[in-house]
């Protein structure tokens, strides 16, 4: 395995960063599906189409988010972070009812939310800041 300073010497992204994209796609990948599951079971026709056009615009720009991240772009780490830490708050405050409600719904919910956490610190780590600072 080769130290942390070679690895970004060479360009290469660092582990860290590698491992927060793979999160965060998971991340969104569960939450569409979820979120179209949930269109599907309250909505059907036309209105479901509309519907899921916007679902999906959604998430569409949260994959540009992580594929602005994984092509070094600052802004769009400090762009997550803000995201994470002013939904976190919302989102924790909803579990109790959604877990009730349905329980695999609320544990997806709970996973994605632990996933954009765990990404998130991941992006901030030494390496990471390492990384993102000297984009050449």
Not at 15 to 25: D, G, K, P, W
Not at 50 to 66: E, K, Q, R, T
Not at 79 to 94: D, N, Q
Not at 112 to 122: D, P
């Amino acid at each position: 395995m080769e130290p942390a300073t070679e690895h970004q010497a060479n360009g290469g992204r660092p582990r860290e960063v590698s491992r927060a994209v793979q999160f965060l796609t998971s991340s969104l990948a569960i939450g569409l599906i979820t979120s179209i599951f949930h269109l599907s079971q309250r909505i059907s026709g036309v209105p479901m189409i509309f519907a899921s056009l916007i679902v999906i615009a959604f998430f569409g720009l949260g994959f540009f988010l992580i594929n602005r991240i994984s092509g070094r772009r600052n802004w769009a780490r400090i762009l997550l972070l803000v995201l994470v830490a002013f939904g976190t708050p919302f989102a924790v405050a909803v579990y109790p009812q959604a877990v009730r409600k349905n329980v695999l719904f609320g544990t997806l919910s709970i996973i994605i939310t632990i996933l954009q956490l765990i990404a998130t610190y991941l992006l901030f780590t030494k390496n990471s800041n390492l990384w993102f600072r000297n984009r050449k």
